[in-house]
């Protein structure tokens, strides 16, 4: 064998790994529904980290619309798809009530969303090549609340 090659910055390779696992491209996302947990989620500046911004907010509630979180202002609920459009959002983040939240699923599945976060406290349908991540927030606290009745058993 011949000798390594001298001089290739780690620096470098790093960079080169986050290139071909596409962790320097920040996926652009739009968030629907900007209650209390919408609003917390626009707050936080940690996702850039993860390749991921929230570029715009949609919301049916006037009280919102034109208000301004974090650095996104809520737009109208029917200027969905031509934000998805002009803004080039990859991926849709669901904070709306359970009995709404398919129906805006498949909204942003139409407007050629690929890859949804959803928050609402129910199964979404979506076609086979949209993916789907879905916080379950109530089986968490369920699961933690069932960790300290078992130790205090």
Not at 19 to 41: F, M, T
Not at 100 to 129: E, H, M, Y
Request: charged share 15%.
């Amino acid at each position: 064998g011949g000798r390594p090659k001298v001089g290739y910055e780690t620096g470098r390779l790093l960079a080169d790994v986050e290139h071909a696992l596409g962790h320097d491209q920040v996926n652009r996302a739009l968030l629907v529904g900007a209650g209390n947990l919408g609003r917390a989620l626009l707050a936080y500046q940690g996702f850039r980290q993860y390749g991921v911004e929230i570029v715009a907010a949609v919301d049916s509630d006037p009280l919102l619309v034109g208000q301004t979180f974090g650095k996104v202002t809520v737009s109208v609920g029917e200027k969905l798809d031509t934000l998805v459009k002009s803004l080039g959002v990859a991926i849709g983040v669901i904070t709306v009530p359970a009995e709404t939240a398919q129906a805006v699923c498949s909204r942003l599945v139409l407007s050629g969303i690929k890859a949804i976060w959803n928050f609402a406290p129910v199964s979404l349908v979506v076609p086979p090549d949209v993916m789907v991540r879905s916080e379950n927030m109530a089986l968490s606290l369920a699961l933690l609340s069932q960790h300290l009745a078992g130790k205090r058993n």
